[in-house]
């Protein structure tokens, strides 16, 4: 058996063996983890938005220059403000 072949057999379990308790812990497993990359995402938009619109220059002495470190703060508080408002208006939809 080659070793491809030892990892798919180790990797597939059969989930119809799981008790209930194991299978909730399992699901809440992968609601965590998918919250955990759409965290992710968004921090990583976060960043290439706000670093493509407020780093102009090179970036000598290893910080920011005055004017580009307010601009990304405010990237950064604007970015959430949408996401906060986009949030807040699909939870009221889920509401009605």
């Known amino acids: 058996m080659d070793a491809q072949s030892a990892l798919q ?13 194991d299978k ?6 992968i609601v965590n ?3 955990k990359a759409r965290i992710q995402q968004s921090v990583h938009s976060l960043t290439d938005i706000c670093w493509k619109k407020c780093i102009t220059g090179g970036i000598t ?3 920011l ?3 580009e470190n307010s601009c990304t ?3 950064v508080d604007r970015f959430l403000d949408a996401n ?5 208006h699909l939870d009221s ?3 009605q």
């Open 9 to 21: 057999q180790q990797t597939d379990v059969d989930l119809s063996k799981l008790s209930a308790n």
């Open 24 to 29: 909730a812990e399992l699901q809440q497993f």
């Open 33 to 35: 983890e998918s919250q």
């Open 61 to 63: 002495g290893g910080k």
């Open 65 to 67: 220059d005055k004017n």
């Open 73 to 75: 703060m405010n990237c």
């Open 84 to 88: 906060f408002t986009v949030i807040k």
């Open 93 to 95: 939809l889920r509401g």
